[in-house]
C-alpha cells in the first residue's frame, strides 16, 4: 500500500509532521492530496530549538516543506485492513467478467490522459489517421 | 534505431524505484538529509521514493556511543532521504558502539556541535587571514 494511501487513511487521527525547518505540528489530519498539502486541525506548533509552543485550531501545511510525519500504529493496521477488504471487493466484482475479456481494459487509453482535450483545435477532429485520445496530436 | 528498442535496453536503467521492492519487509537503516538516522521496517515505497517504516527506531550516534528512541510509524518524505541500507539481523548482535543514556548522548552530541562550531570559528579567520573569503554554508548535516 503506497505512502500516500496510508496518508488518505491517517485521516482523522492524530500525527505529527515535522517540516524541513526542523518545526513539529502535532494535530488530527483533516485532509491531504497527491501532493502532500496537509490540512490539520487543534495543532500544537513547536519551534525547531522544542523552546516556543503555539496553538493552532487550524493549519494548512504545503507538502514541499514536510520532511517526515508520523503516525500512529493503529492507523497501519487499520490501513491493511480496508486493503484487503478492497481486493476482496474487487475481486467479488471481477469474477462475473471472467468469461468477457478485457473489459475493464476500456478506459486504458485515457489514463495517461496526454493530449485528451488540449489544444481544442484538430484533435481528435477530420484526419482519418487521428484516434479520439489524440495521442499523436500536439508535441 | 536498434539500440534503443526498450526490448533490448537492460532493465536496470529503468528500475530507480523497482529496486527498493527487494528492501521491504526488512529492516533498514535510513539516514535523513538533517542527520538522523532511523532504523526501521520498509512497508512501501513510490516512484518518489516516499518511504514507510513501522517499528522506527530514532538511533543517535556521537563518536563511539549510541542511544535509540522508540517512533513508531513513519511516512518519509522522498526528498530528505540521503540513503537506504538493509541492515543484517547478524550484525546488529555485535554493534562496535557502546549504548548509552539518553540523556548522556544529547550531552555529547552538545559537545560535539559546540567543538565543531568552534573549529569552524578558528578555521575560517585563519583563511581570512590569508585572503579566502567564506562562503560555503552547511547545507545538509549528513
Redesign the interface.
Known amino acids: 500500500?503506497?505512502?500516500?494511501t496510508?496518508?488518505n487513511t491517517s485521516q482523522g487521527h492524530p500525527m505529527l509532521v515535522e517540516l524541513?525547518s526542523?518545526e513539529t505540528l502535532n494535530g488530527h489530519l483533516v485532509n491531504c492530496d497527491a501532493w502532500?498539502n496537509l490540512t490539520l486541525k487543534e495543532v500544537v506548533q513547536t519551534n525547531a530549538d522544542g523552546t516556543r509552543f503555539f496553538r493552532l485550531p487550524e493549519c494548512y501545511v504545503r507538502?514541499n516543506n514536510?520532511?517526515?510525519?508520523?503516525?500512529?500504529?493503529e492507523?497501519?493496521d487499520i490501513a491493511r485492513e480496508k486493503n484487503q477488504q478492497q481486493r476482496e471487493e474487487q475481486r467479488k466484482s471481477n469474477q462475473p467478467q471472467r468469461g468477457g475479456y478485457n473489459r475493464q481494459y476500456t478506459s486504458g487509453g485515457q489514463r495517461g490522459g496526454y493530449n485528451r482535450n488540449r489544444g481544442g483545435g484538430n484533435v481528435g477532429r477530420g484526419g482519418g489517421h487521428i484516434q479520439r485520445g489524440g495521442r499523436g496530436g500536439q508535441y | 534505431m536498434e539500440n534503443t528498442d526498450p526490448a533490448l535496453l537492460p532493465s536496470i536503467i529503468f528500475t530507480t524505484a523497482a529496486q527498493l521492492v527487494d528492501c521491504v519487509d526488512k529492516k533498514l537503516l535510513v539516514v535523513l538529509r538533517d542527520g538522523r538516522k532511523l532504523i526501521g521496517i520498509l512497508r512501501s515505497f513510490d516512484q518518489y521514493a516516499n518511504l514507510v517504516l513501522q517499528d522506527t527506531v530514532e538511533r543517535i550516534i556521537v563518536q563511539s556511543m549510541y542511544s535509540d528512541i522508540q517512533r513508531g510509524v513513519y511516512i518519509v518524505r522522498g526528498e530528505n532521504v540521503v540513503l537506504v541500507g538493509e541492515i543484517e539481523p547478524e550484525k546488529e548482535e555485535s554493534i562496535p558502539l557502546k549504548e548509552v543514556s539518553l540523556d548522556e548522548i544529547y550531552a555529547a552530541r552538545q559537545d560535539e556541535i559546540d567543538h565543531r562550531r568552534q573549529r569552524e570559528l578558528t578555521k575560517n579567520s585563519k583563511l581570512m587571514d590569508i585572503g579566502f573569503s567564506i562562503d560555503t554554508q552547511q547545507d545538509d548535516m549528513y
Open positions: 500500500m503506497l505512502p500516500l496510508l496518508l524541513k526542523g502532500m507538502g514536510i520532511k517526515y510525519l508520523r503516525v500512529p500504529d492507523v497501519l
